[in-house]
């Protein structure tokens, strides 16, 4: 080991100053200074993985009366290639002096798109994203080596934007699939692709944030790779070589890169893949609420120790949360044991089960813990919200509930079984601190401050008992669906 004679240092603190003091001696480098770290060398990754990245170019069928409106080059594009000598893509097509006049042949194929994919097997099955092959007729698979593949679609799902190809091949160069619970925020990743149709392009950039909720179904991987489009499908690559992610988002206000891009964890894209080679589709479970989060005052408010889990704000009529017991106004904390930190987290954990199967939902209500068991369904398509008409209400109970702005009413038994409610009243009119907690005319209240509400009875009962120099939490109904607010009394 090399060694360089240095003077280590003494630290002492006299007067609010640091003093240092130095005596000669012999120490190993690497002891005294951070080991230096230089940037990353991707030639021999690029070398590993890149014959397993291939180039994957759509078209559809286009008919006459499609034709007529078709659009316009990219022309701004095609520039950029004429100017520095690279030759045109096939998926783009030269400019016509006459577009817009001149109408395609009936039933021709046209080119539709650009993207790119990687080799799961040695036999040909490729990966790539659902909406680099949705609405194509065709589907061209090429690989490094130049050789063409027609290939077939033989899974694609929306959800998750993963979609499964075959190609006739075998002997394929396929990829190592990493451990995505290795994967730290600020690790070296890398990026092969074809963006803009420019085949195996290479990029670089490290991991910006993991488990990034987009609205999407499965939390993305950030990074600051790259990312064009025609990059679609491509993989993200750690330095081991293994494939972490697949390309999939940017985020543009310009339509190119602008330093954040998003890749789906490839646990999840494998286990979505698996599904869609074993059946052709993916087959998801449910429980049948609708979900928000929890936000810190609520849970305070609740008593629940910290803002977590899923706050249930509608339940499915007659759906698997319904029958096990799931109210609306329940925070599910835990399901299968495991605790919700974002309520995001839900579909995902209910999404992994097998339909048939029987979960434990754990719900915080009222103040109180409870553990219900959730027979799960299957994912389908959502059923339209019907609105009923409101019966006319009674006339307003004036009492306590005016001190915070409300004006309230028992529920007539029409309101509770169109409602399906056993209970709660009827907000007449909001004003003053109700009005802004956000509270409105025609909604239900059913619980404040962790207390049931029945009728107006049990409301003054507990506004009395709740403490005047905190906020209260009320828990109400809007048409099908539930949240909290809180009310603070007028000062």
Known sequence: MRTLKLKPLRFWLTAGMMVIAASTTVLPTQSVWAQVRTLP?????????????????????????????????DEQMLEFFKRFGIPVPPGMRAPRPDRGQVKPQPDEEQPRGIGSGFILTADGFVMTNAHVVEGADEVIVTLTDKREFKAKVIGSDKRSDVAVLKIEATGLPAVKIGDISRLKVGEWVMAIGSPFGLENTV??????????????????????????????????????GEVVGINSQIYSRSGGFQGISFAIPIDEATRVAEQLRAT?????????????????????????????????????SGGPAEKAGIEAGDIIIKFDGKAIERFSELPLMVGKIKPGSKSVVTV??????????????????????????????????????????????????????????????KVDS??????????????????????????VKDFDNALSKADKAKPVNVLFRRGELAQYALIKSAR
């Open 41 to 73: 060398d991707f030639t021999d990754l690029v070398e590993q993985v890149g014959p397993s990245v291939v180039n994957i170019r759509t078209s559809e069928l286009v008919k006459a009366s499609a034709a007529a409106t078709d659009g316009a080059p």
């Open 203 to 240: 990029t670089s950039g490290i991991v910006s944030a993991k488990q990034r909720d987009t609205g999407d179904y499965i939390p993305l991987i950030q990074t600051d790779v790259a990312i064009n489009p025609g990059n679609s499908g491509g993989p993200l690559i750690n330095m081991r």
């Open 280 to 316: 052709g589709k993916v087959t998801r479970g449910r429980i049948g609420v609708q979900i928000d989060q929890v936000g810190k005052d609520i849970a305070e408010s609740l008593g629940l120790a910290s803002p977590q889990g899923a706050l249930v704000r509608g339940v499915e």
């Open 364 to 425: 915080f209500r009222r103040g109180a813990t409870k553990d219900l068991t959730v027979t799960i369904a299957e994912v389908e398509s959502e059923k339209p919200v019907v609105k009923t008409s409101a019966p006319k209400p009674k006339a307003p109970v004036a009492g306590p509930a005016q001190v915070i702005g409300l004006v309230i009413s028992n529920l007539t038994d029409v309101q509770m079984k169109e409602s399906k409610l056993t209970g709660g009243v």
């Open 430 to 455: 909001a004003t003053g601190p109700a009005a802004r907690a956000g509270l409105r005319e025609g909604d239900v209240i059913v619980s404040l401050g962790n207390a049931e509400i029945n009728n």
